[in-house]
């Protein structure tokens, strides 16, 4: 009973092509959150939405995109992907502030 | 600035108890969650303190010191499934953010 769910699980990219990962969730939670992470490394927050408030980290890359059309779903959007986005990429919800986040299975985007 | 801080990598045999810690700097303090991540695999959460001391959820328990600014995930019984990161992490002020620590590597061995 998958309760945030990311498609594709591996995405594969050519340098230079727009991509899309979507993320959707069962949980009614106001917060969706997405994440990259690298090997070894903690995941980095790259947006979060309260409802429809879109909030970016000032270190995102302006390649980075999301759109939350509707309390369920979220997509990132990379633009012009660089061989240095290549990334496990987190979508989280919450269902509020203070709450535990609930992630899905992450997308592993590479890059040829 | 806000942190949290883990150590890289602890290691320990089946059966053990292993304590992993967690140091947080955070201006203002609303919670220390714990989150385990298998290789491949997305971040799962474990357990939540707001209040100071000892949770318990069976084989783990997360403990917190406000006063001490610290935290630990008390791992008994170990398993090799235990084998995974270990990530502390704490909502932030005036925010629906979440800070993660650098994340705790652990091996259990045979």
């Known amino acids: 009973d998958a309760m945030v769910i990311q498609n594709p699980r591996y995405q594969v990219t050519q340098f230079g092509k727009p991509v899309t990962l979507s993320c959707s969730q069962t949980?009614?939670?106001?917060?969706m959150y997405w994440y990259q992470q690298k090997s070894s490394q903690a995941p980095k927050l790259l947006f979060h939405?309260?409802?429809?408030?879109?909030?970016n980290e000032a270190d995102t890359p302006d390649n980075f995109q999301s759109r939350r059309p509707n309390t369920s779903f979220c997509f990132l959007d990379i633009r012009s992907p660089g061989l240095g986005d290549a990334a496990m990429y987190l979508c989280?919800?919450?269902?509020?502030?203070?709450?535990?986040?609930?992630f899905g299975d992450g997308t592993r985007l590479s890059i040829l | 600035g806000q942190s949290l801080e883990q150590p890289s990598e602890v290691t320990a045999v089946e059966g053990a108890i292993v304590q992993i810690n967690c140091t947080y700097q955070?201006?203002?303090?609303?919670?220390l969650s714990w989150y385990q991540q298998h290789d491949g695999g997305a971040p799962t959460f474990l357990s939540y303190?707001?209040?100071?001391g000892l949770e318990e959820t069976g084989r783990f328990s997360s403990f917190l010191s406000r006063s001490d600014s610290y935290g630990y995930l008390l791992l008994q019984e170990l398993q090799m499934k235990d084998s995974a990161s270990y990530f502390c992490?704490?909502?932030?002020?005036?925010?629906?953010?979440?800070?993660f620590g650098t994340g705790t590597r652990l091996k259990v061995l045979a």
């Open positions: 955070t201006s203002g303090f609303y919670g």
């Open positions: 939405y309260y409802d429809k408030d879109f909030n």
């Open positions: 989280a919800t919450s269902r509020d502030n203070n709450q535990p986040q609930h």
């Open positions: 949980l009614n939670h106001n917060v």
């Open positions: 303190n707001a209040l100071d």
């Open positions: 992490a704490v909502p932030t002020s005036g925010t629906y953010k979440y800070i």
